[in-house]
C-alpha cells in the first residue's frame, strides 16, 4: 500500500487509505473519494460509511486489471473526476495506486486530448507501474497522439 500523495493540485491518489488519512484528506479539502478497488477485496473498515461520516463524497469504481481497461471505462472515470472536482478536491485509490495512475493516464490521453507521453507522466505522478504497457497499447489503438 502507498499512502496517499497529491500528484496534481487538488488531486492525490495512493493505495487503501486508513481512517485516519481519509480524516486527514477531508481537512486538506478532499470532498470525493473515488475507489478502484473491487468489492472482494479485503479492507478492514467500512470506507463507504467513515467517507459518509466525514462528508464525503463516495463512489465505488471497480477496476480490477488490465482487462477493465478500454475506452468505456476511462470516459465513464473522467466524468466521475469532472463531478468531483467540481465538489472540491478527490482521493482516488485502489490498492497501490498502480490502477490509479492508469485511470489517470487513459483519462488524460483519451478524454483531455493530451498526448501518450504526456498523459504517462501523469499517470505515473499518480503510481501507474505495471499497467504502463496496457495503458499505452490502449491509448494507441484508440488513436490517441504520442
Known sequence: MTAPTCYAKDHYAGGQPTPGQLAELERAGVRTVINLRAADEPVDYDEAAEAGRLGLGYVAFPITGAADLDRERAQHFGALLDKARREGGVLIHCA?????????ALDEALNRGRTIDAALELGRAAGLKALEPAVVALAEREGARR
Request: no cysteine; charged share 10%.
Open 96 to 104: 497501490s495506486a498502480n490502477r490509479v495512475g492508469a485511470m489517470v
